[in-house]
């Protein structure tokens, strides 16, 4: 067997983690480096997977399969394919800025690093988990270190918003687990095996009732964590309340595990009733990239603004998963990174200013180009990346996107790219109010300037920015053939049930026809 | 020979008056002991039956008992001691924090 | 040298895009450091290498046969998914050429004058970044080589456009219509996206060859398909280049330093809809619904722009609205179907409208920022360079020959009687008489006449410096014989462009397979009229400004409530503001307030209040008494006995 790097990489931060918890809390220093070289480590170790990406099969690859818990089927079976990839690497890349940004916590530093590194671990596994059972294990287990996130080092509001952030994602898990037991049962019935492999469940027939309630199922699971209009809540107390650190995972990572989840399960798993639900998503869909903008444009909170302006953009990601084709799978695995990388950058910028000033208030700002200049020469950047302008990346991502859907539906994609006005509205009035006019506030004529360690989180991010929209194509290369393979496989099952469908159709209207004869 | 019944009362008898004792008496120290007389007196009705059926198991599950017993007596008093040592108290009406 | 780099100077395109790239990458990164005058000789050099080298394409592009200028060079593929791709790849035909000259010439000239103009300012560095990168966004613009590479550009220049009007951002009102402009070029763009998408659905291709070779199979004229993709597309150019009903951003984009103006809301940027009108116009063509929509907009904002110019005292504001007004003429003559002369009139509007706001920025320059004409006047003894150059550029653009503009416009106005009806001529003639009434206006009231300067500004109004003169002077210049381009008889930019417009550029090459020539006698008669409607609103300026300097203000009296409306440019804002923007920002409000907070969230704590509620009952079960606790115990024992005794 060859060298488990999928399992380095996602274990890493964890043995990081049981590393720290040997060390005193009072070696500060000690702590912080130990997390922030784990996590350098994952990112280094998963580098790899990029490089020697076959891009020419749509198979899984680095793929480890051991047996777990055999009487149950359960395995540890590990792999990644081009829809993974880009999200792994983009998990263990946010994990280590998340660190870094995470130098000026100031009380419990041992617990803050040991939950985040083990928040890295259950990412990580999320994205890899080819067996059911592992990837719920994953699932939660990264939503402990979360809550903790928020609820020990959060703002003043933390507990309402940990419970909420908690609870609404455990409901929507629960039923998850739920339709993986069903699943589970379901395989055991049809092929007498006890499995919980992905891959064998693949080639599972559901019947299309069944796959209604399933896919329902997963679809809470994974609505809530978009989060998909009316679900999305949870997220703007959530990150309103969360350290820097914990919006930028939580923004750059845990909000794609939910369109992750959509494309790794519920179409593939339940084609039949993913393709009966499409209209379903698509106005949810539609009305989440609308409402979050016009909701965005009126908060009065930097972090909110940010929050919601995530539901307007992952309202693009839900609108492309479900157009079944190729333009706008891609899109929308592209404008998930995209989303990863801005969004989480916003965050981080907010976060600098947040503690330089204490407030995150809209009205308190104003003029702060003046004060600090390159810092609003990157807030602009992320800014203009947020709201998809060419040649960044934000606009590639989008662009497919609106593709796919015009493919599909012409009228869904006109409302969509009303999207892209409004983006441009609430965004550059933001922008205005805290970065442009006068520096009028007294307090905030003595802020400094961006440091050096500011510098070293935020400018492999504004690389990446540039890079995505200039030249994506290594990405999107990567993508090709495992989406190909998903769609062709989602359209053959699709059909056979549909062909299904249509002769029971054709029988019960023979036996109408004898009964009436 | 002493009827196997006559030994069922007697532990039936124990057991009902360590169960009242549970029920009914304020004192941690009393309800420890209360609890104490209730597994012994299911080890009366163990050694009969063992008896009775010639099997040695009850005797062996007997034996269990007694070291379950003297485990729970031991961590019992030093809970006992340690709410003492908090309360100045070992009557149980007082220790109520987990209410509503 | 071409030698070393290929076949010929073609070969070099990319190096025309390069230049003024690296120029604001090297200003951008380390202007700071540098010295003013190094930033300034890196800004003005790479735009004028890129100059350069665009004669050199264009010196090259004039060796092949008319029917062979059509250079392609591709880079590589910069999105591909499935079936679509979009190649990062310039595209070299006469058209592109014509532009680029347009672009780096009159942009170096800007980038030169701006040198004195900004001199001293603060941000200097930032300055030149900015105009740098504006050229590149531009280049790449009209260089594209298909419409999605095109849409770079064209939200670049659109970037640029938002960061050079908000350049003094600490000035509200700059940092507002820097947003209000990259916001209202965005709902343009939302047609501009569509009709991407469209084309690609249909043709399945984005690139401009392709497309324009399938276009006049695969779809008829007059089909709902060309007419919707023509719309969309025209939806964009209004936004670029601010015709009704997305005009409003380009009178506020004045806030901008007055170099800005000239490059961007006057020369190049704001004329980029007319060139993707032009570009596209196998498409415009196929659907004769959208090209009367394109005629009409163009002629009424023509009007409409004109009209507002009159009552205007901010010397920008006017030349403003006299470009919105101009670019309609662009479009009136695309939208009858002679796209070269909208090109045509594209340039010489370049050279003159520059001229004209690189001379009003003299004119601030040496008032110390004054944009108010009413504090100005007999301003003509202090600056006698600024006076001539800026009387050529008024000349120009009202239409007086030999004048540059003279030709473009007279050509307009010539192929919309004869192409489109008396409508049309009649809407380009009475924004004719308008544009010279005003623009003398404008000129007699800064000029002319008796100082109305305070005391402390006229004592220090003093000429610009060479470097900002230099450039007027070129600039007058070419606007006294950019005209002869098109000269009737021997129109060389009409043979230039032909192979672009397919031969449907110019009344009297092939139209609709048969020949028809206009008349001399039209054609001098049309020139003659022209002429005379120019003459005439200068003559009214002059009796309303030189003569009688009361009397406007007794007309504006007389007709209050006309003077009013015109001042305040028909409420337009307002209007929009009443009912765009004001409703969204409160409906927004309501969704947050209400929909989120309320609705929303109100089930949801909701759910956990009764969740609270019901376990408020069951927590009494815990009263505290191990006793209580013990005797449940023991219940529950014996009922689990007697559950086993009775039904096991």
């Known amino acids: ?517 | 020979m002493i009827p196997l019944t006559w030994y069922l009362i007697l532990s039936g008898a124990l057991f009902t008056i360590g169960a009242t004792g549970v029920l009914i008496r304020r004192n941690a120290l009393v309800i420890l002991m209360c609890i104490e007389l209730m597994l012994n007196a299911v080890n009366l009705a163990f050694v009969t039956f063992s008896r009775h059926h010639d099997s040695m198991d009850g005797q062996i599950f007997v034996f269990f008992i007694m070291t379950v017993a003297a485990a729970e007596a031991a961590v019992g008093l030093a809970i006992i001691v340690a709410v003492f040592k908090n309360k100045a108290t070992v009557n149980v009406d007082k220790i109520n924090l987990m209410k509503w | 040298m071409p030698g070393l780099f290929g076949e010929s100077f073609l070969d070099l395109i990319g190096l025309v895009l390069l230049f003024p790239l690296a120029g604001a990458i090297v200003n951008g990164l380390c202007g700071k450091k540098l010295s003013p005058s190094i930033v300034g000789f890196i800004g003005c050099a790479t735009v004028g290498l890129a100059f350069l080298i665009s004669i050199l394409v264009f010196l090259d592009l004039l060796k092949l046969s008319p029917e062979h200028r059509l250079f392609e060079k591709e880079f590589f593929t910069w999105i591909g998914s499935g079936s679509f791709t979009a190649v990062a790849g310039l595209q070299v035909d006469p058209l592109s050429t014509v532009m680029i000259l347009v672009v780096t010439g009159v942009g170096f000239l800007i980038h030169v004058y701006s040198i004195g103009y900004m001199h001293g300012d603060e941000g200097f560095y930032r300055y030149f970044t900015y105009l740098n990168l504006f050229t590149f966004s531009m280049l790449l613009l009209v260089l594209a080589n298909n419409f999605l590479l095109m849409f770079i550009g064209w939200e670049g220049v659109g970037l640029c456009s938002y960061l050079l009007i908000g350049y003094w951002f600490e000035k509200k009102s700059a940092s507002s219509a820097g947003k209000k402009a990259f916001i209202v070029n965005r709902i343009g763009d939302f047609g501009f996206i569509l009709a991407i998408l469209l084309i690609f659905v249909t043709f399945n291709t984005v690139d401009f060859t392709e497309v324009f070779h399938s276009a006049p199979k695969q779809l008829t004229t007059g089909s709902l398909v060309a007419t919707v993709i023509t719309l969309l597309l025209f939806l964009g150019a209004t936004g670029k280049s601010a015709q009704i009903p997305l005009y409003t951003w380009l009178p506020d984009a004045m806030e901008g330093p007055t170099p800005v103006s000239a490059l961007i809301h006057a020369a190049t940027m704001v004329t980029a809809g007319v060139y993707m009108v032009v570009r596209c116009n196998v498409l415009f063509v196929m659907s004769p619904f959208s090209l009367t929509i394109v005629a009409v907009i163009g002629g009424a904002t023509a009007l409409f722009a004109a009209t507002i110019g009159l009552a205007q005292n901010d010397i920008k504001r006017v030349l403003a609205y006299s470009t919105v007004s101009q670019i309609g003429y662009m479009f009136l003559a695309c939208g009858v179907g002679a796209f070269v002369t909208g090109i045509f009139h594209l340039i010489t509007h370049a050279f003159f409208k520059a001229l004209l706001f690189l001379g009003s920025g003299s004119v601030i320059h040496a008032l110390g920022g004054e944009q108010d004409m009413r504090k100005m006047g007999g301003l003509k003894k202090y600056l006698p360079t600024t006076y001539k150059t800026f009387l050529i550029g008024t000349l120009a653009i009202a239409g007086i020959p030999p004048f540059a503009g003279f030709f473009s416009k007279d050509e307009i106005l010539l192929e919309a009687y004869t192409k489109g009806n008396l409508l049309f001529w009649g809407l380009g003639a009475f924004a004719a008489l308008l544009t010279a009434f005003y623009m003398f206006r404008l000129l007699f009231m800064t000029f002319h006449g008796k100082s109305r300067m305070d005391k402390h500004v006229e004592e220090h109004v003093h000429e610009s410096p060479m470097n900002m003169l230099l450039p007027l002077m070129i600039l007058a210049f070419l606007s006294v014989v950019g005209g002869f381009l098109g000269f009737p008889a021997a129109s060389a930019i009409n043979n230039f462009l032909a192979p672009v417009v397919g031969g449907r550029g110019h009344i009297g090459m092939v139209n609709g397979g048969e020949t028809h020539h206009v008349s001399q006698n039209l054609m001098f008669s049309m020139m003659g009229l022209s002429t005379g409607i120019a003459i005439v609103g200068i003559m009214l300026a002059y009796i309303l400004y030189c003569k009688k300097p009361d009397l406007p203000a007794q007309i504006a009296g007389r007709f209050k409530f006309v003077y009013n409306i015109l001042l305040n440019k028909y409420y337009v804002d307002e209007i929009y503001d009443a009912t765009i923007v004001n409703p969204t920002i409160k409906s927004s409000f309501f969704l947050w307030r209400w929909i989120d907070v309320r609705i929303i969230d109100g089930f949801v704590n909701g759910v956990a209040r009764f969740v609270e509620l019901k376990s408020e009952v069951l927590r009494l079960f815990q009263t505290g008494f191990v006793r209580n606790y013990a005797l449940s115990m023991l219940l529950g024992g014996i009922i689990i006995i007697i559950c086993a005794l009775f039904f096991l």
């Open chain 1, 1 to 517: 067997m060859s060298f488990p790097i999928l399992t380095v990489a996602t274990f890493l931060p964890l043995a990081g983690a049981i590393w720290i918890l040997f060390i005193d809390k009072k070696k500060e220093e000690k702590i912080k480096q130990i997390a922030l070289v784990t996590s350098i480590g994952a990112f280094i170790m998963s580098l790899p997977l990029y490089f020697n990406f076959n891009l020419t099969t749509h198979e899984f690859q680095f793929v480890e399969n051991i047996p777990w818990i055999k009487e149950f089927g359960i395995s540890y079976h590990v792999g990644i394919d081009g829809i993974s990839l880009f999200l792994f690497l983009l998990t263990s890349f946010l994990t280590c800025i998340a660190i870094l940004a995470s130098w000026t916590i100031k009380e419990r530093i041992k617990e803050y690093m040991i939950s985040m590194l083990v928040l890295a671990t259950g990412m990580l596994g999320v994205f890899i988990s080819l067996d059911l059972f592992l990837f719920y294990v994953f699932w939660e287990l990264m939503l402990i270190p979360m809550y903790l996130l928020i609820g020990v080092w959060g703002g003043p509001r933390r507990i309402y918003a940990t419970i909420k952030f908690f609870i609404y994602t455990m409901a929507g898990s629960v039923l998850m687990l739920l339709a993986i037991l069903a699943i589970h049962t379901l395989n055991y019935k049809e092929t007498g095996e006890h499995t919980f492999d992905l891959l064998k469940m693949y080639d599972l027939d559901i019947p299309m009732g069944t796959q209604f309630w399933l896919f329902l199922a997963f679809f809470f699971a994974f609505a809530i964590k978009v989060p998909m209009f009316p679900f999305h809540t949870w997220l703007p107390d959530a990150h309103v309340e969360a350290p820097t650190a914990g919006s930028v995972i939580l923004a750059g990572v845990l909000l794609k595990m939910g369109t992750y989840g959509f494309i790794r399960f519920s179409l593939p798993l339940f084609p039949y009733a993913s393709h009966q639900f499409v209209p379903f998503i698509a106005w949810l869909a539609l009305i989440g990239i609308i409402y979050g903008a016009l909701v965005a444009m009126v908060q009065e909170d930097l972090k909110k603004l940010i929050a919601y302006s995530s539901v307007s953009h992952l309202g693009f990601v839900m609108l492309g998963i479900f157009v079944f084709n190729i333009q706008g799978l891609e899109g929308s695995i592209l404008q998930m990174v995209n989303h990863g990388l801005s969004t989480g950058a916003l965050f981080l910028l907010v976060g600098m200013i947040y503690e330089r000033r204490h407030t995150r208030m809209i009205a308190d700002f104003g003029g702060l180009a003046k004060q600090i200049p390159i810092f609003a020469v990157f807030f602009m950047i992320v800014t203009l990346s947020s709201i998809g302008l060419p040649g960044l990346n934000g606009f590639v991502g989008e662009f497919l996107v609106l593709l796919g859907t015009f493919k599909s539906n012409v009228l869904n994609a006109t409302f969509a790219t009303t999207g892209v006005v409004l983006s441009a509205c609430y965004m550059l009035w933001m922008f205005q109010r805290v970065m442009f006019n006068k520096l009028s506030n007294k307090k905030n004529q003595n802020m400094a300037d961006i440091n050096s360690r500011e510098w070293a989180i935020i400018l492999p991010i504004v690389i990446l920015i540039f890079w995505i929209g200039i030249y994506p194509k290594p990405i999107i290369s990567r993508l090709d053939s495992s989406v190909n393979h998903l769609l062709t496989r989602v359209d053959e099952k699709y059909k056979t049930t549909l062909n299904k469908v249509t002769k029971d159709k054709e029988k019960l209207a023979l036996k109408e026809d004898n009964v009436w004869k």
